[in-house]
């Protein structure tokens, strides 16, 4: 059974960080590509980070560079969102997301709420 499992979100304020990690189990984690995707209130999801599957290429939306990191532990089955000097605009729910290349298999999480507030 494929799990994508997210947890760390929460409320915190303009300026924070937090840490997102997606836990996956049920396929072959180290042979997909995973992202994070967010999508607010009355706005379209968007792609916010995606990273390779040796974690040696990864890339972002413009608005989070220089404050986001994607990165991911094969050995855990596990990919983080590490997310610094977080803003309003950051206030989304966060879904990662697994897609093959080879076999067309993809996988979404249930996703995490961040809300970024004084």
């Known amino acids: 059974q494929v799990q994508l499992v997210e947890s760390g979100g929460g409320l915190v304020q303009p300026g924070g960080s937090l840490r997102l990690s997606c836990a996956a189990s049920?396929?072959?984690?180290?042979?997909?590509?995973m992202s994070w995707y967010r999508q607010a209130p009355g706005k379209e999801r968007e792609l916010v980070a995606r990273i390779g599957t040796t974690g040696s290429i990864s890339n972002y939306v413009d608005s989070v560079k220089g404050r986001f990191t994607i990165f991911r532990d094969n050995a855990k089955n596990t990919v983080y969102l590490q997310m610094n000097s977080l803003k309003p605009e950051d206030t989304a729910v966060y879904s990662c997301y697994a897609n093959s290349y080879y076999t067309g298999y993809q996988y979404w999480g249930q996703g995490t709420q961040v809300t970024v507030s004084s």
């Open positions: 049920g396929f072959t984690f180290s042979t997909y590509v």
